[in-house]
Structure formats: C-alpha cells, structure tokens
C-alpha cells in the first residue's frame, strides 16, 4: 500500500513528529511505500539542520534525513509555511535576500501542490499534528 | 477523481491552522477533485461576520472565504450542533455564495447547515480528509 | 474508517467530537495523550465503555507505557496495538480521520 504523511507540528514541542516518523518506519518495515512526507503549520520547522538536542535525546531532524537517505523517502517542506518561519534552501535564500540556508539534508521545499498530489497519488492519507 | 475533505476545527486568529487551511483548499482547488470543506466545534467561527482585525493587527482571513465559490469550493459544510453550542445562527455567518453555471449563473448558498448525523455521512463518502 | 484522537479527553472535546460523529463499526485508535482515555475509573470512562458497544477502541502501547498506564489501570476490553498495528489498521479501513 502506498501511504502519504502529512506532519504538521515541530520537533519537541508536541509528539506529533515523533509518531509520524514511528509510524512511517513501521510501514517501511511492513513493506509499504511512503509516496511523501508533507511538513505542513510549525511541522517545517523538521528541516532545519540548525538544531543541537541534547545528547541524550533523539536527533528529531537528523531521524528524517536518515530515513530519506536509506529508504529514498521524499520530504516536503511546504515553500509557503517556511518562508513564515525562516527555513530556506540556497535558492529561497537567494530569492529573498537572506543570508544562510538552513535546510537539512533529505528534504526539499515545495509548492502546496505536492500535498494535493500526495492525497491523490496514495492510498492513505494520515495527519500528525496537535 | 477523489472526494477530499477539509475540517476545520479551529476559531479564527488564535491559531493559523485556518489561514493555513485555506491556503490549502485554494490550491487544492487546482487540481479538479470534489472538494468540501466541515467547520465542526469552534471552526464555525471561522465564518463569523464582521471580523475587523486592524486594532489587533492578525491578517484578516475572513474576505478570503467570499473567493472559494470562485475556486469552484461550493461545498461548506457547517454542524448545526456546533452553531447551536455556540449560541449562532445562519444568520451570524457570512452570506458566501456561488454561480451555479448551470442555471444561468444563478447565485446560491455555499454555505450547507448539517446536523450532526448528516456530517457523520458525509465524512464515511470522502477519500481523503485533512484536518485544520 | 480508521479515526485517531491524539488529544486528552481531560484537555480537549476531541475525543468527544470524535465519539459524536464516528459511525458504528468503527476503529477508534488513542494515540499520544488520548490514551489516558483508556483508564478506567475516570469522568469519561463511561463515555469510553458507551462508545465500546458499537466501535472497536485500540490504544498505542508505547504511548501507555511511556505514560505509566499499565493494564491494572485500563478499561477492559481495549485492544492494545504497536506501531506495526497502527499501520494494520490504516491498511484494513478504506480511510483514517484524525481528530487532532
């Protein structure tokens, strides 16, 4: 089965990110394809590779960029929703005129498009949020 | 084609889960799928006349919802059970409407007060549901 | 249609606003802080037990654990679930609602 993942909280504040990736670990294991992952709301703030959590605490971020890394999962950071909290890629920040990018590897920053397409393509659709 | 859903929960300002949601439903409404939207609890407020945000500065969102008929968004489904928990009437809410092609460009209501059970309905029809 | 509640019912309507517009026959999964809905001997309990008769209602394990909800404090009846579950669960039901 084909899932899409829609997360749409940041890391830390709520355990919304934490179960969208458990539960998106469990599907791979499971054998079901992951067509994307959609950050949507504060869920942008997943892809900055700014972060430092304690060493004794799961890396939230790194966690995804893992996960796109080894299993080829697509991470979508809504261009919208990041450009109102502050996480760019090279060419947003060019676009813009900031100073530094703060994407973190694995993911991509995209139109509000891909979640339509996300809903369209997959067979479910689960929302982790507050 | 699918059914999507978009239920909104939230009031107006508090959050940005409404802003949000309906920047969604507007690019959403691209894509040529049957589109609704469920205000449901305090997501009924969202529709409230006469929000005035200048002295306190939040984006008025609420002008944005007359354009969805535009978008072809006709479909607003509001939970009579919330309203009445809120002490509001159709008469509270926004007059948004659409022109139905199809009979002359008639203008018509969006807006679609649901009972309880009704939505509950509505929900099982849908092939994908997001929540705001 | 599989619904999740993620909210506690002592913080938060939702589990209510689920309850109220979940057809019969449903799967209902408390997953985050919802699972302290799955206690028994608390304001909602009945509300919970009501629901039961109708629906099916799972709670995510790892959730009652890290909460320190163990089966000694649990409504009877509640069929614990994984990760692994949660993901049967949005296999076996044509759609999921979450009511955040």
Redesign the interface.
């Known amino acids: 089965m084909k899932f899409s993942v829609m997360v749409n909280e940041g890391p830390y504040t709520h355990q919304a990110a934490d179960t969208a990736y458990h539960f998106t670990r469990a599907a791979l294991n499971a054998g079901h394809e992951i067509f994307r992952v959609f950050f949507y709301h504060d869920g942008v703030y997943n892809g900055t590779r700014m972060t430092t959590p304690p060493q004794d605490d799961r890396h939230i971020v790194d966690r995804w960029s893992e996960l796109a890394h080894d299993h080829d999962i697509d991470l979508v950071v809504c261009v919208a929703a990041a450009q109102r909290r502050g996480i760019l890629d090279k060419d947003e920040a060019k676009r813009n005129g900031k100073d530094g990018d703060n994407i973190a590897p694995g993911f991509r920053i995209s139109g509000l498009g891909q979640l339509i397409e996300a809903g369209i393509e997959a067979d479910r659709l689960l929302v982790f949020g507050d | 084609m699918?059914k999507?859903m978009y239920?909104n929960?939230h009031a107006p300002h508090g959050t940005?889960?409404p802003l949000?949601g309906l920047?969604?439903v507007l690019?959403?409404a691209?894509?040529d799928?049957d589109v609704s939207m469920a205000f449901?609890?305090d997501g009924v407020f969202q529709l409230n006349k006469g929000q005035d945000t200048a002295d306190s500065g939040m984006k008025n969102v609420a002008p944005t919802y007359g354009a969805l008929g535009d978008y072809e968004v006709t479909k607003l489904y509001v939970e009579q059970?919330s309203l009445d928990e809120r002490g509001l009437e159709l008469n509270d809410l926004m007059n948004l409407t659409w022109e139905d092609e199809e009979e002359d460009w008639a203008e018509k209501p969006s807006i679609r007060v649901v009972s309880?059970a009704q939505?509950?309905d509505l929900?099982?029809q849908?092939?994908?549901?997001?929540?705001f | 249609m599989l619904h999740t509640v993620n909210k506690s019912p002592f913080d938060s309507h939702s589990l209510q606003t689920c309850l109220g517009l979940a057809k019969s026959g449903s799967d209902i999964l408390l997953i985050e802080d919802a699972v302290y809905a799955a206690m028994s001997g608390t304001a909602v309990t009945s509300m919970v037990e009501a629901a039961m008769a109708s629906s099916t209602i799972y709670a995510l394990e790892p959730d009652l654990k890290a909460r320190g909800i163990g089966s000694e404090k649990m409504i009877s009846g509640i069929n614990l679930v994984g990760y692994d579950g949660f993901v049967e669960l949005a296999v076996t039901n044509d759609k999921v609602q979450s009511w955040l």
């Open positions: 699918k999507f239920v929960r940005i889960y949000e920047e969604v690019i959403g691209a894509f799928q449901i609890g059970e309880r939505l509950s929900l099982e849908q092939d994908v549901i997001l929540n």
